[in-house]
């Protein structure tokens, strides 16, 4: 089955300075990589995604990369503030997947210092 | 708003009882998941359904079952419960296709 590795599992910024997260995944079949976002105590939230005919994709200040032949994908936070201090969640579905079948990377816990 | 609803936020069971988790979607979602989250695992899927009355095993179902009698309803049974099941849960639902998942805001389980 699929396997997404993540990293790094945490990561500390300055407040206005950028974050990337980077995701790794095994199974070429998968076509779709969404971002979720859990902040403390709540549950995760879709933040952003991609699908495999597409490279990159922004929204704001976010922004998401996908190099398909490296089987790979970023996300990038540019000006961070500190409401996006959180846990970040990659994930990655085959095409063949019955029922959208995600599978999460292991996590990024960000934390944006004022 | 679109919710996905789980019955309890915080449980404590009791080694070898029979827990019910129950998740309730009012979204008309075909698809519906129980992850279970542990720090530095990510979520990991326990088990799938995609329709009602079908389930599909995800990458650790074990010690664990489900049942979907209802489309808006899926249930999460630990049939005897222990206590490295001791995690918070999440339940998912999604229209076909690719779709961002609705989850729920989480059971956090202590089996004691």
């Known amino acids: 089955g699929e396997n997404v590795e993540q990293h790094p599992s945490t990561l500390s910024v300055q407040e206005g300075d950028s974050a990337v997260i980077k995701c790794t995944y095994s199974d070429s079949a998968s076509n779709y990589f969404p971002w979720y976002k859990q902040e403390l105590g709540k549950r995760p939230q879709l933040i952003i995604d991609?699908?495999?005919?597409?490279g990159e994709k922004k929204d704001q200040r976010i922004a998401v990369t996908l190099n398909k032949t490296a089987k790979h994908f970023s996300l990038h936070i540019t000006e961070t503030q500190p409401e996006d201090s959180a846990v970040y969640f990659c994930?990655?579905?085959?095409?063949?997947?019955?029922?959208?079948?995600?599978?999460f990377g292991g996590g990024t816990r960000v934390l944006v210092k004022p | 708003d679109v919710k996905v609803t789980q019955s309890s936020r915080y449980l404590v069971k009791r080694t070898g009882e029979k827990v019910f988790l129950e998740c309730v979607q009012d979204?008309?979602?075909?698809?519906m998941f129980w992850y279970r989250q542990d720090p530095g695992l990510g979520l990991r899927l326990i088990y799938f359904?995609?329709?009602?009355?079908?389930?599909e095993k995800g990458d650790i179902p074990e010690g664990y079952s489900v049942s979907r009698e209802k489309k808006e309803r899926f249930s999460l049974i630990l049939e005897s419960a222990s206590t490295n099941q001791t995690s918070m849960y999440l339940c998912a639902s999604t229209a076909g296709g690719h779709y961002g998942y609705t989850f729920g805001s989480g059971t956090r389980l202590t089996v004691v």
């Open positions: 991609i699908r495999s005919n597409v």
């Open positions: 979204m008309d979602h075909e698809n």
């Open positions: 359904s995609y329709d009602v009355k079908m389930k």
């Open positions: 994930a990655a579905s085959p095409i063949k997947a019955a029922g959208n079948k995600l599978t």
